[in-house]
């Protein structure tokens, strides 16, 4: 979306094809970080968007047992704003829509799912795709596979991934927040287990840390043991998981790790997770995913105006965002290793070494700064070109 949006101010005719009738899923996370926030700015839309409702995280806190660890600290960053604004993606996504939809030259076709490519003489010229209305082939100078990490572009194209291996699934669900919470933490670790609660007004939306493969097994344990084992880690929760009534409720995320070796094909183009991946540690996959969207503008836009985007011209892009994005997965593949181990044994229990206890321990002001710009900016932060 972000890229349809640069393209189509830039005046490129763009299509985006969304699967969806709507962007209201909650797998994605829900941080905005300050890199993509000064690219609000940079378009003139910062202070739009910070009327919608959200929340500004300064500084993270994780609870450790029962003891308050400092981590990122935002207030220092170099950035317009000095926070990560924490806002439903829906949100986000349908602002940029809005906006999106201001120019001529873009459309957007919802409901409508790429199912594979249309290619002439070793060249990807579009892709086919099914809506309500039946199928339809979009043709296009190029095409940008942005289709998350699950791409049925990535599979059709035939393309070779490199896999990292992660050892964790997070399991998805809501509760009702409760007066009793004074002082809100995004993570909690306790007897080896860990919950994220993101603060979204009148509930949390929490992802619970399991061993891959192990939802199965807790299922089989039943959901009163589900709902003790939440409030053993965030006993605030006691009064409000009895909602929690129905595995319905509880959405299972498969996280991986994982980057394409070529990001590229003659007249294809990916982009975001369906490049590379992320897992949700840091929090940083959509920040990576829109760094990638506006390197791609820079580097293409006047070209596909001209008419004349060659193949060089996205292998550029790759070579611009490869190295951010390689940084940043070495860095989650390092703090699932500390925190989980590296094996992915389902039956056995997460437990949290004294090498990631003493890493959270030490990290000391200066050190807070340095996350705070790994995960607020990331490495290589892109700007808007006129
Ligand atoms: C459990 C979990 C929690 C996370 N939490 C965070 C977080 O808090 N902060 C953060 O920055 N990152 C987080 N991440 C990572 C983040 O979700 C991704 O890195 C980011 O969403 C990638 O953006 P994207 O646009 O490339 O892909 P996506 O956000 O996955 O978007 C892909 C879009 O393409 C659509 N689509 C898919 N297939 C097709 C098709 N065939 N045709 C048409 N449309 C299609 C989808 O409906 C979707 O709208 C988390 C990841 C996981 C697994």
Not at 21 to 46: A, N, Q, V, Y
Not at 208 to 220: H, P, Q
Not at 244 to 272: A, C, S
Not at 294 to 310: D, H, I, T, Y
Request: aromatic share 8%.
């Amino acid at each position: 979306m972000m890229l349809g949006l640069l393209l189509a101010r830039a005046g490129v005719e763009v299509t985006v094809l969304e699967k969806h009738g709507d962007f209201l899923r909650d797998f994605r996370g829900d941080t905005i970080h300050p890199s993509t926030l000064e690219l609000l700015h940079e378009l003139g839309m910062l202070d739009e968007f910070l009327r919608l409702p959200h929340q500004e995280l300064r500084r993270v806190k994780i609870k450790f047992d029962d003891e308050e660890i400092a981590g990122p600290d935002f207030s220092h960053l170099p950035t317009r704003c000095k926070f990560i604004a924490m806002m439903p993606q829906w949100d986000f996504l349908n602002f940029l829509t809005a906006r999106a939809k201001r120019y001529p030259s873009f459309r957007l076709l919802m409901n409508t799912e790429a199912t594979g490519l249309i290619e002439e003489g070793g060249r990807v010229v579009g892709v086919r795709a099914k809506s309500e209305q039946g199928e339809l082939n979009a043709y296009a100078d190029l095409v940008v596979a942005a289709d998350g990490r699950s791409s049925i572009v990535r599979e059709r194209a035939g393309m070779e991934v490199e896999d990292f291996g992660v050892p964790i699934d997070v399991l998805w669900f809501r509760v009702a927040k409760t007066a009793d919470d004074t002082e809100p933490a995004l993570g909690r670790i306790r007897n080896g287990k860990m919950l994220v609660t993101i603060d979204r007004g009148d509930y949390y939306q929490c992802g619970s840390i399991i061993r891959k493969g192990a939802f199965e097994e807790i299922k089989r344990r039943g959901l009163e043991s589900f709902r003790e084992e939440i409030v053993s880690v965030a006993p605030f929760l006691r009064d409000s998981v009895g909602a929690i009534d129905d595995w319905e409720k509880v959405k299972l995320l498969t996280v991986q790790v994982n980057r394409l070796r070529q990001w590229y094909r003659p007249g294809l183009l990916f982009i975001g997770d369906a490049a590379h991946a992320m897992s949700p540690a840091g929090g940083v996959g959509i920040n990576l995913a829109i760094q990638d969207a506006v390197a791609a503008f820079n580097l293409l836009a006047e070209k596909l105006r001209q008419g004349n985007c060659e193949t060089a011209d996205l292998r550029r892009v790759q070579q611009r965002r490869e190295w951010p994005a390689r940084m940043t997965q070495d860095i989650q593949v390092f703090i699932h290793r500390q925190m989980f181990g590296s094996r992915s044994d389902p039956e056995r229990a997460l437990s949290i070494p004294w090498a990631a206890r003493a890493l959270l321990w030490l990290l000391t002001p200066v050190l807070r700064r340095v996350a705070a710009r790994v995960v607020g900016i990331g490495f290589r932060a892109e700007h808007i070109r006129a």
